[in-house]
């Protein structure tokens, strides 16, 4: 099965440290932030297409050095980055496999939670989050399965802890069935792929006890201290 990271983004609240280093380069603890997101994909895919832009020679130059996948390819979003549906477009044709894996290159995930997620035909990886408000609340269908997502829905709109989407999904080839239109943000969303999907097909939601994301730089100076390697290996 492949895996696809998507490290195209520019880091623009990281910055100065992506001024001159792409986010999925930047340190955390022993090594760069894709690194990690290798480790928690490698056993579960056997081939990974990383979705690169910003700043690419320099993933390309780690790629070729790193030692945890031997079959790998960079995809290009281009000419610019717009949004991850976009970055997941730019996939299509570069696929070999009829199912796979996609992730945010700037989230890290527990391994056995993704292995749980790659085993499902459409699913989606959830984890409760008190702060709610500040993500995209997953809301389920009868069956207890996927159905849409209520973005950044304001404080107190739901009694306590909602689940919450985290930018972790299997899927299958079928996604590209789906016409996506620009978000009011401007960009093609993936979050639009997967609820056109569900309209018509069964999406999983699987819980993920561990999620660390790292949007900016107090969250990655945070992310030292987190015993990262106890969910990863």
């Not at 050095?65 to 079959?71: L, R, V």
């Not at 959830?126 to 973005?151: K, P, W």
């Amino acid at each position: 099965m492949d895996g696809i990271i998507l490290a195209g983004g520019v880091g623009r609240r990281m910055r100065p440290l992506t001024f001159n280093t792409p986010k999925p380069l930047l340190a955390l603890q022993d090594r760069p932030i894709l690194a990690w997101s290798l480790l928690s994909l490698r056993d579960i895919v056997d081939r990974v297409l990383v979705v690169v832009h910003y700043l690419k020679a320099q993933i390309a130059e780690y790629m070729a050095q790193q030692t945890f996948f031997t079959d790998y390819v960079l995809v290009e979003q281009s000419p610019a980055p717009l949004g991850t549906g976009h970055a997941l477009q730019c996939c299509r044709d570069i696929l070999k496999t009829d199912e796979f894996v996609v992730v945010n290159g700037d989230d890290l995930y527990g391994k056995e939670s993704l292995r749980q997620l790659s085993q499902q035909s459409f699913g989606i990886l959830a984890a409760m989050r008190a702060d709610y408000h500040r993500y995209g609340v997953i809301l389920q269908n009868e069956a207890g399965g996927f159905r849409a997502i209520d973005e950044k829905p304001p404080p107190g709109a739901y009694p306590g802890p909602a689940a919450c989407s985290i930018g972790a999904y299997k899927l299958r080839s079928e996604v590209f069935d789906y016409r996506l239109q620009k978000s009011g943000r401007g960009e093609l969303e993936l979050t639009d792929a997967i609820t056109a999907v569900a309209a018509e097909r069964e999406v999983a939601i699987v819980d993920s006890p561990f999620w660390l994301p790292i949007g900016d730089r107090a969250a990655l100076a945070a992310a030292q201290d987190i015993d990262i390697a106890r969910w990863i290996y």
